[in-house]
């Protein structure tokens, strides 16, 4: 089984930088994806950005500003963020995606607001 847990998450100025940490328990392995999704009121869960085997992967809206990477002997990702924007403001979902299998995993989420 695996557990995930966001940290990171405040309330920020419009072009102030966050960085959120996703600690992940359980097996884990290096072939799994991981990533960060978000969801802000009243829209649909979106892809931010993901990390496979060290090739990150990124939503048109946040390159060049967000970014991930792995700690693989942590088994924690990270998602820094800079130049936020009030449309940034969301939950953000860290995600574990094991491929053999197909199965998703989810954490509880940590809220990120950006003011104008």
């Known amino acids: 089984q695996v557990q995930l847990v966001e940290s990171g998450g405040g309330l920020v100025q419009a072009g102030g930088s966050l960085r959120l940490s996703c600690a992940a328990s359980?097996?884990?392995?290096?072939?799994?994806?991981m990533g960060w999704y978000r969801q802000a009121p009243g829209n649909q869960r979106e892809l931010v950005a993901r990390i496979y085997v060290g090739v990150p992967n990124y939503a048109d809206s946040v390159k060049g500003r967000f970014t991930i990477s792995r700690d693989n002997a942590k088994n924690t990702v990270y998602l820094q963020m800079n130049s936020l924007k009030p449309e940034d403001t969301a939950t953000y979902y860290c995600?574990?995606?094991?491929?053999?299998?197909?199965?998703?995993?989810w954490g509880k989420g940590t809220l990120v607001t950006v003011s104008s």
């Open positions: 995600n574990l995606y094991r491929q053999r299998g197909g199965t998703n995993y």
């Open positions: 359980g097996s884990i392995f290096s072939s799994d994806v």
